[in-house]
C-alpha cells in the first residue's frame, strides 16, 4: 500500500505563492490518481485539486482554478500543488490521498485513502 507525505507549508503573505509537495513511497504510485484537499478549523475536509495517473485528466474546485496547479512526476513518484496568488481563505492543513479510480470533478474525500499527516498553510500578513 502506498505512503503519502506531505511538505512545502508555511507562512506566506496575501497574494504570495507556495508548492506543495505529496511524495509517495511503497505501493504502485503511477497508477494512482492523487488528490489533494484541504481542512481547516472544525471544517469538512474539502476538495482542491486531482490528477489521474496519466497526467491527463486534472480538476480543480472552483477556489483554486486559475490559481493552483498540480502536476506530478512519477519517476519520483511526486505530486505538486503550486498556489499563487494565496488568499484569506486558502489557510488550511492540506493533505493528499490515493484512489485507485478515475479522476473526477469534485471528488469526495472519501474516494480516497492513503492520506498523510497533512501540511499547514497560513496566509497573513
Known amino acids: 500500500q502506498v505512503q503519502l507525505v506531505e511538505s512545502g507549508g508555511g507562512w506566506v503573505q496575501p497574494g504570495g505563492s507556495l508548492k506543495l509537495t505529496c511524495a509517495a513511497s511503497g505501493g504502485t504510485f503511477s497508477t494512482l490518481t492523487i488528490g489533494w484537499f484541504r481542512q481547516g478549523p472544525g471544517k469538512e475536509r474539502e476538495f482542491v485539486a486531482t490528477?489521474?495517473?496519466?497526467?491527463?485528466?486534472?480538476f480543480y474546485s472552483d477556489a483554486a482554478k486559475g490559481r493552483f496547479f498540480i502536476s506530478r512526476d512519477n519517476g519520483k513518484k511526486t505530486v505538486y500543488l503550486q498556489m499563487n496568488s494565496l488568499k484569506h481563505i486558502d489557510p488550511s492543513v492540506y493533505y493528499c490521498g490515493a484512489c485507485s479510480g478515475i479522476a473526477i470533478m469534485s471528488p469526495p474525500p472519501g474516494r480516497y485513502r492513503c492520506w498523510g499527516q497533512g501540511t499547514q498553510v497560513i496566509v497573513s500578513s
Open positions: 490528477i489521474d495517473w496519466q497526467d491527463r485528466t486534472i
